[in-house]
Protein backbone atom coordinates (compact mmCIF):
# COMPACT_ATOMS: atom_id res chain seq x y z
CA UNK A 1 0.00 0.00 0.00
CA UNK A 2 1.56 3.61 -0.96
CA UNK A 3 2.20 6.43 1.34
CA UNK A 4 -0.74 8.19 0.12
CA UNK A 5 -3.31 5.06 0.43
CA UNK A 6 -1.54 5.00 3.92
CA UNK A 7 -2.27 8.39 5.36
CA UNK A 8 -5.54 8.26 3.38
CA UNK A 9 -6.99 5.32 5.52
CA UNK A 10 -5.31 6.71 8.69
CA UNK A 11 -7.27 10.02 8.08
CA UNK A 12 -10.45 7.93 8.01
CA UNK A 13 -9.40 5.81 11.54
CA UNK A 14 -9.36 9.68 12.96
CA UNK A 15 -11.71 10.93 11.80
CA UNK A 16 -14.46 7.48 12.71
CA UNK A 17 -12.32 7.49 16.38
CA UNK A 18 -13.28 11.67 16.55
CA UNK A 19 -16.81 10.44 15.55
CA UNK A 20 -17.13 8.08 18.24
CA UNK A 21 -15.84 10.12 20.76
CA UNK A 22 -18.15 12.32 19.76
CA UNK A 23 -20.98 10.06 19.50
CA UNK A 24 -19.86 8.71 23.46
CA UNK A 25 -19.37 12.77 24.94
CA UNK A 26 -22.91 13.57 23.56
CA UNK A 27 -24.82 10.47 25.14
CA UNK A 28 -22.82 10.99 28.58
CA UNK A 29 -23.86 14.94 28.06
CA UNK A 30 -27.46 13.81 26.92
CA UNK A 31 -27.47 10.98 30.06
CA UNK A 32 -25.92 13.40 32.60
CA UNK A 33 -28.59 16.23 31.05
CA UNK A 34 -31.29 13.85 31.48
CA UNK A 35 -30.23 12.35 34.78
CA UNK A 36 -30.74 16.29 36.04
CA UNK A 37 -33.82 16.86 34.61
CA UNK A 38 -35.02 14.03 36.36
CA UNK A 39 -34.17 14.84 39.48
CA UNK A 40 -35.47 18.30 38.96
CA UNK A 41 -38.79 16.73 38.12
CA UNK A 42 -38.60 14.63 41.36
CA UNK A 43 -38.19 17.35 43.33
CA UNK A 44 -40.68 19.35 41.70
CA UNK A 45 -43.18 16.45 41.89
CA UNK A 46 -42.38 16.65 45.53
CA UNK A 47 -43.12 20.02 46.17
CA UNK A 48 -46.33 19.48 44.65
CA UNK A 49 -47.29 16.25 46.74
CA UNK A 50 -46.23 18.28 49.94
CA UNK A 51 -47.90 21.05 48.90
CA UNK A 52 -51.70 21.41 50.24
CA UNK A 53 -54.42 21.88 47.58
CA UNK A 54 -56.08 25.06 49.06
CA UNK A 55 -59.57 23.66 48.31
CA UNK A 56 -59.10 20.65 50.09
CA UNK A 57 -57.75 22.68 52.84
CA UNK A 58 -61.07 24.99 53.28
CA UNK A 59 -63.12 21.52 52.84
CA UNK A 60 -61.80 19.91 55.83
CA UNK A 61 -61.63 23.38 58.39
CA UNK A 62 -65.21 23.11 56.80
CA UNK A 63 -66.22 19.75 57.83
CA UNK A 64 -64.52 20.56 61.20
CA UNK A 65 -66.29 23.50 62.02
CA UNK A 66 -69.65 21.47 60.71
CA UNK A 67 -68.94 18.70 63.49
CA UNK A 68 -68.10 21.22 65.81
CA UNK A 69 -71.54 23.31 65.31
CA UNK A 70 -73.78 19.93 65.35
CA UNK A 71 -72.19 18.69 68.54
CA UNK A 72 -72.86 22.13 70.03
CA UNK A 73 -76.44 21.86 69.07
CA UNK A 74 -76.45 18.64 70.49
CA UNK A 75 -75.47 19.49 73.75
CA UNK A 76 -77.24 22.98 74.62
CA UNK A 77 -80.66 20.37 73.17
CA UNK A 78 -79.55 18.04 75.90
CA UNK A 79 -79.02 20.62 78.22
CA UNK A 80 -82.26 22.16 77.48
CA UNK A 81 -84.00 18.73 78.29
CA UNK A 82 -82.13 18.33 81.56
CA UNK A 83 -83.18 21.59 82.90
CA UNK A 84 -86.71 21.33 81.69
CA UNK A 85 -87.13 17.90 83.75
CA UNK A 86 -85.34 19.49 86.75
CA UNK A 87 -87.55 22.16 86.55
CA UNK A 88 -90.42 19.97 86.62
CA UNK A 89 -89.39 17.78 88.90
CA UNK A 90 -88.30 20.64 91.69
CA UNK A 91 -92.02 21.82 91.13
CA UNK A 92 -93.39 18.68 92.09
CA UNK A 93 -91.20 18.00 94.96
CA UNK A 94 -92.23 21.71 95.84
CA UNK A 95 -95.48 20.87 95.92
CA UNK A 96 -94.99 17.89 97.77
CA UNK A 97 -93.60 18.74 100.62
CA UNK A 98 -96.55 22.00 100.98
CA UNK A 99 -99.38 19.04 100.80
CA UNK A 100 -97.15 16.75 103.24
CA UNK A 101 -96.80 20.10 105.52
CA UNK A 102 -100.65 20.99 105.58
CA UNK A 103 -101.48 17.27 106.00
CA UNK A 104 -101.69 16.86 109.80
CA UNK A 105 -103.45 20.40 109.95
CA UNK A 106 -106.46 18.44 107.72
CA UNK A 107 -106.21 15.67 109.98
CA UNK A 108 -106.91 18.27 112.74
CA UNK A 109 -109.68 19.95 110.99
CA UNK A 110 -111.49 16.58 110.59
CA UNK A 111 -111.46 15.73 113.93
CA UNK A 112 -112.56 19.22 115.42
CA UNK A 113 -115.67 18.94 112.96
CA UNK A 114 -116.15 15.17 113.84
CA UNK A 115 -115.91 15.86 117.52
CA UNK A 116 -118.02 19.09 117.29
CA UNK A 117 -121.48 17.13 116.87
CA UNK A 118 -120.70 15.46 120.37
CA UNK A 119 -119.77 18.86 122.34
CA UNK A 120 -121.78 21.55 123.36
CA UNK A 121 -118.82 23.74 124.96
CA UNK A 122 -118.43 26.23 122.27
CA UNK A 123 -115.45 27.97 124.06
CA UNK A 124 -113.76 24.66 123.86
CA UNK A 125 -114.35 24.70 120.25
CA UNK A 126 -113.38 27.85 119.38
CA UNK A 127 -109.99 27.14 121.49
CA UNK A 128 -109.33 24.21 119.37
CA UNK A 129 -109.93 26.24 116.05
CA UNK A 130 -107.53 28.53 117.37
CA UNK A 131 -104.86 25.89 118.14
CA UNK A 132 -105.27 24.99 114.13
CA UNK A 133 -105.25 28.02 113.45
CA UNK A 134 -101.96 28.85 115.18
CA UNK A 135 -101.02 25.46 113.54
CA UNK A 136 -101.48 26.60 110.13
CA UNK A 137 -99.61 29.69 110.44
CA UNK A 138 -96.41 28.19 111.86
CA UNK A 139 -96.33 25.40 109.04
CA UNK A 140 -96.80 28.20 106.90
CA UNK A 141 -94.16 30.18 108.17
CA UNK A 142 -92.04 27.13 107.80
CA UNK A 143 -92.65 26.49 104.04
CA UNK A 144 -91.51 30.57 103.62
CA UNK A 145 -94.80 31.97 103.80
CA UNK A 146 -94.98 34.71 106.11
CA UNK A 147 -98.07 37.56 106.84
CA UNK A 148 -97.33 40.98 105.81
CA UNK A 149 -98.34 43.06 108.87
CA UNK A 150 -100.16 45.91 108.52
CA UNK A 151 -101.50 47.50 111.85
CA UNK A 152 -100.00 51.46 111.44
CA UNK A 153 -97.60 50.72 108.99
CA UNK A 154 -97.25 53.62 106.59
CA UNK A 155 -98.77 52.45 103.19
CA UNK A 156 -96.10 51.20 100.95
CA UNK A 157 -96.84 49.90 97.10
CA UNK A 158 -94.68 47.25 97.74
CA UNK A 159 -96.62 45.76 99.89
CA UNK A 160 -100.29 47.15 100.76
CA UNK A 161 -102.92 47.72 97.96
CA UNK A 162 -105.26 50.44 98.68
CA UNK A 163 -109.17 50.19 98.22
CA UNK A 164 -110.59 52.55 100.12
CA UNK A 165 -109.28 55.85 101.32
CA UNK A 166 -110.80 57.06 105.03
CA UNK A 167 -111.08 60.66 105.22
CA UNK A 168 -111.20 62.91 108.55
CA UNK A 169 -108.36 61.13 110.17
CA UNK A 170 -105.86 61.99 112.79
CA UNK A 171 -103.21 63.90 111.82
CA UNK A 172 -100.61 60.86 112.73
CA UNK A 173 -102.95 58.55 110.35
CA UNK A 174 -102.80 60.36 107.30
CA UNK A 175 -101.05 58.22 104.66
CA UNK A 176 -100.97 55.20 106.94
CA UNK A 177 -103.05 52.13 106.55
CA UNK A 178 -106.44 52.52 109.04
CA UNK A 179 -107.89 48.98 108.40
CA UNK A 180 -106.68 45.75 106.61
CA UNK A 181 -109.64 44.20 104.49
CA UNK A 182 -107.32 40.66 103.34
CA UNK A 183 -104.33 39.81 104.84
CA UNK A 184 -101.20 40.06 102.34
CA UNK A 185 -98.84 37.19 102.52
CA UNK A 186 -95.02 36.76 101.15
CA UNK A 187 -93.26 33.84 100.23
CA UNK A 188 -89.60 33.83 100.64
CA UNK A 189 -89.46 37.38 100.98
CA UNK A 190 -91.43 37.27 97.61
CA UNK A 191 -94.90 39.13 97.36
CA UNK A 192 -97.35 36.62 96.70
CA UNK A 193 -100.70 38.31 97.51
CA UNK A 194 -101.01 41.99 98.76
CA UNK A 195 -102.29 43.25 101.98
CA UNK A 196 -105.58 44.86 100.49
CA UNK A 197 -106.07 48.10 102.65
CA UNK A 198 -108.12 51.45 104.14
CA UNK A 199 -105.84 54.28 103.74
CA UNK A 200 -105.75 57.48 105.97
CA UNK A 201 -106.35 60.61 103.98
Known amino acids: MSNKN ?11 KNQEANVETQATEDSEANAEVSEEQKE ?3 A ?12 AELAELKDKYLRTVAEFENYKKRTQKEKAELIFNGSEKTVSAILPILDDMERAVA ?9 AL ?11 QTTL ?21 AVAMVPGVEEDKKGK ?3 CVQTGYTLNEKVIRHAKVAVGQ
Open 115 to 123: NSANTEDIQ
Open 6 to 16: KFKHQAKEDIL
Open 44 to 46: VEA
Open 48 to 59: EDTTEDPLQKVE
Open 177 to 179: VVD
Open 126 to 136: EEGWELIFKKL
Open 141 to 161: EGLGVKKIETEDKDFDVDFHE
